[in-house]
């Protein structure tokens, strides 16, 4: 049967994620045809369509959330306890820490918030996770982040002023340096059996116009994955339970691989042995792959 070849839909989001790739079965080959050839080009352009805002709401969502998490590091830490030196460098009774854990609490994101001075030496860090319960940051307050990507981007002030395929409105912003999506080892020790995936969201912080330090936050990664698990039930309620969603990098690395149907579960999965972070579709030569990675969008139809 005929098949219409577009460009797969490239839709920005916070921290250079920048591509949404779909694949998945239409309609049965036996469907089509029954309706005749007439009406295939129309069936597959509804349905090409119909995928193609999906995308856009997948893509939105996950810019817009994210986006969102751009000035917390800058307002949080215009809290004037964060001023009171007395509580600077305290493993315990931290209060500093006290509203680091309200902070996380609150949003139900982060995994760490840290506070670090001029020189990368920790002044506090959170103590409890986003339900309240306690994690032993303690070994936290040994360690000096001064080659942390993020410290040394702060201390030469280079931010994250624009992502150059986010959404409009979204595209512009000042103050804050963005990792890209990573497994964070801080996470990963102090949270076991969680994947790490972490973005950072990070800037300096001021008090009466003097640099007293950087605050970090570390993002949980799920924030965007329950974007997409959530754009699967969609899918899967309009018919498609077969369908694949897969988030791409800025270079076309794979960040989400999520396909219920040939991974069994519709937990999210995370195969770091061979697909994210290692497989590069637009590398392999993946026409959709690279053209979403050039800026280009459309949709491919495939059966």
Do not use: C
């Not at 006290?98 to 949003?107: G, H, I, L, P, R």
Request: a negative charge; hydrophobic letters at 40%.
């Amino acid at each position: 049967m005929n098949s219409m070849m577009g460009k797969i839909t490239n839709l920005g989001i916070a921290a250079k994620l920048v591509t949404l790739f779909m694949i998945f079965g239409i309609v049965p080959m036996a469907a089509v045809g029954y309706l005749g050839s007439s009406a295939t080009g129309e069936m597959e352009s509804a349905a090409g369509l119909r995928v193609q805002a999906m995308a856009a709401t997948i893509a939105d969502k996950i810019d817009r959330n994210l986006f969102e998490r751009y000035g917390d590091p800058q307002s949080f830490g215009l809290n004037k306890i964060v001023g009171e030196r007395y509580h600077w460098y305290s493993k315990e009774s931290n209060a500093i820490a006290e509203a680091m854990n309200q902070y996380v609490a609150t949003s139900g994101i982060y995994y760490l918030t840290i506070l670090v001075d001029p020189v990368g030496d920790v002044m506090a860090v959170n103590s409890k996770d986003a339900k309240g319960n306690p994690i032993d940051t303690t070994a936290l307050y040994a360690k000096k982040y001064a080659e942390a990507p993020w410290f040394k981007a702060l201390q030469a002030k280079e931010f994250t002023t624009k992502q150059p395929f986010s959404t409009p409105g979204n595209d512009k912003a000042s103050g804050t340096f963005i990792e890209d999506v990573h497994v964070d080892e801080d996470v990963k020790a102090l949270y076991p059996g969680d994947s790490g995936l972490t973005m950072g969201f990070s800037a300096p912080v001021y008090v009466d116009g003097d640099l007293i330090g950087y605050w970090s936050n570390r993002v949980k990664f799920s924030l965007v994955e329950e974007i997409v698990q959530d754009a699967y039930q969609e899918l899967k309620s309009a018919g498609w339970p077969g369908s694949e969603i897969t988030l791409m990098g800025d270079k076309g690395q794979v960040i989400v691989d999520y396909d219920p149907s040939s991974q069994g579960t519709e937990g999210m999965t995370h195969d770091f042995d061979n697909v994210l972070f290692k497989l590069n579709l637009a590398e392999k030569g993946v026409g959709t792959a690279k053209a979403a990675v050039a800026g280009q969008t459309g949709y491919e139809m495939a059966l």
